[in-house]
């Protein structure tokens, strides 16, 4: 058996090192509005702090996984940790559609119940807080390449906007008395980060599950390799992901009855095809000489499936 390296990360360190800043800053927030909000009896603020406390998890869980992913592979993890990324950001969006969920239940009780704040001081915590979470999101929009980052880039800008509601809301409040303001805002925030997370969940549980990468044509990728000079057809054929950045692929391809010297060629004419068109560099392709039945999911020769004294041979090739 031999085991290929997980590939590096692009930007690892840079990566590390931009959730390392966050992690601190979104910890210090949490403090200084935690603090605030029991000095100044804030329902709001101590919500802001839960919240951002929620956001620090998240990053944390973020920087786990980006540590795990760039750990090799081995004989007991043959692809690495390359799901790590795709499992935290899974967590992540989860977690911001139970926070939305719970936003909406309490701006609904809100608005039948108001509750009387100190606006003044909701707005200057709340200024600190749009400028953390604003220059924290973009430092990680620059390192979003892969699911795990966007989902914690999408946990950092949804706060920011949160954040960025509380003054809003607080403007209004301060020079109109109506209370109402800040759960209606908190309601249109609410959505928008549940639309939000709700495609980062399906994309994820995609990858997980193994299904065909959202992009790809399992139809077009068949007829593509089927176009090889050589190729008679393509038939077991699967297409999965690795992680949010990597595809694999696994088929089974009927060629003439020719030495493998020959059949090297092929090969090589496929991987270029499947690498330049679909962007999948990892492949298992087995090459058969006689056509195929399938049956309960395993490929079977049709000959075999006739009687057993048929010989079915099979060159297998990997790249």
């Given at each position: 058996?031999?085991?290929?390296?997980?590939?590096?990360?692009?930007?690892?360190?840079?990566?590390?090192?931009?959730?390392?800043?966050?992690?601190?800053?979104?910890?210090?927030?949490?403090?200084?509005?935690?603090?605030?909000?029991?000095?100044?009896?804030?329902?709001?603020?101590?919500?802001?702090?839960?919240?951002?406390?929620?956001?620090?998890?998240?990053?944390?869980?973020?920087?786990?996984?980006?540590?795990?992913?760039?750990?090799?592979?081995?004989?007991?993890?043959?692809?690495?940790?390359?799901?790590?990324?795709?499992?935290?950001?899974?967590?992540?969006?989860?977690?911001?559609?139970?926070?939305?969920?719970?936003?909406?239940?309490?701006?609904?009780?809100?608005?039948?119940?108001?509750?009387?704040?100190?606006?003044?001081?909701?707005?200057?915590?709340?200024?600190?807080?749009?400028?953390?979470?604003?220059?924290?999101?973009?430092?990680?929009?620059?390192?979003?390449?892969?699911v795990n980052m966007r989902s914690a880039f999408l946990h950092m800008a949804g706060d920011t906007l949160s954040t960025a509601a509380v003054i809003a809301g607080g403007a209004g409040i301060l020079y109109t008395g109506r209370n109402w303001i800040d759960p209606v805002?908190?309601?249109?925030?609410?959505?928008?980060?549940?639309?939000?997370?709700?495609?980062?969940?399906?994309?994820?549980?995609?990858?997980?599950?193994?299904?065909?990468?959202?992009?790809?044509?399992?139809?077009?990728?068949?007829?593509?390799?089927?176009?090889?000079?050589?190729?008679?057809?393509?038939?077991?054929?699967?297409?999965?992901?690795?992680?949010?950045?990597?595809?694999?692929?696994?088929?089974?391809?009927?060629?003439?009855?020719?030495?493998?010297?020959?059949?090297?060629?092929?090969?090589?004419?496929?991987?270029?095809?499947?690498?330049?068109?679909?962007?999948?560099?990892?492949?298992?392709?087995?090459?058969?000489?006689?056509?195929?039945?399938?049956?309960?999911?395993?490929?079977?020769?049709?000959?075999?499936?006739?009687?057993?004294?048929?010989?079915?041979?099979?060159?297998?090739?990997?790249?």
């Amino acid at each position: 058996m031999h085991v290929h390296a997980a590939p590096a990360t692009p930007g690892a360190g840079r990566t590390k090192s931009v959730l390392r800043f966050s992690l601190v800053a979104t910890l210090a927030y949490v403090v200084v509005t935690f603090v605030a909000g029991l000095r100044a009896h804030s329902l709001a603020l101590l919500s802001e702090a839960g919240h951002n406390a929620s956001d620090f998890l998240a990053l944390l869980l973020s920087f786990a996984a980006v540590y795990f992913q760039t750990r090799p592979a081995s004989h007991s993890k043959t692809f690495g940790y390359q799901r790590a990324g795709v499992l935290a950001a899974f967590i992540n969006a989860a977690s911001l559609i139970v926070i939305s969920i719970w936003i909406g239940f309490e701006a609904v009780h809100r608005l039948s119940a108001p509750v009387a704040v100190q606006p003044r001081l909701m707005m200057i915590v709340a200024a600190a807080g749009v400028i953390m979470n604003g220059v924290i999101a973009a430092l990680l929009w620059g390192v979003a390449r892969d699911v795990n980052m966007r989902s914690a880039f999408l946990h950092m800008a949804g706060d920011t906007l949160s954040t960025a509601a509380v003054i809003a809301g607080g403007a209004g409040i301060l020079y109109t008395g109506r209370n109402w303001i800040d759960p209606v805002l908190s309601l249109l925030i609410a959505a928008l980060i549940l639309w939000s997370s709700v495609g980062i969940v399906r994309e994820t549980l995609n990858i997980l599950l193994e299904g065909t990468p959202r992009d790809c044509s399992v139809p077009e990728i068949r007829a593509g390799m089927a176009a090889v000079e050589g190729v008679i057809n393509v038939h077991d054929l699967h297409v999965w992901s690795l992680g949010s950045q990597s595809r694999a692929l696994a088929c089974h391809v009927c060629i003439p009855d020719i030495p493998p010297s020959e059949s090297a060629c092929i090969l090589e004419k496929l991987n270029h095809v499947l690498k330049e068109h679909f962007q999948i560099a990892h492949t298992t392709i087995q090459f058969e000489h006689i056509g195929c039945g399938e049956l309960e999911g395993c490929v079977v020769p049709i000959e075999e499936m006739a009687g057993p004294a048929s010989e079915h041979a099979h060159h297998g090739h990997s790249h």
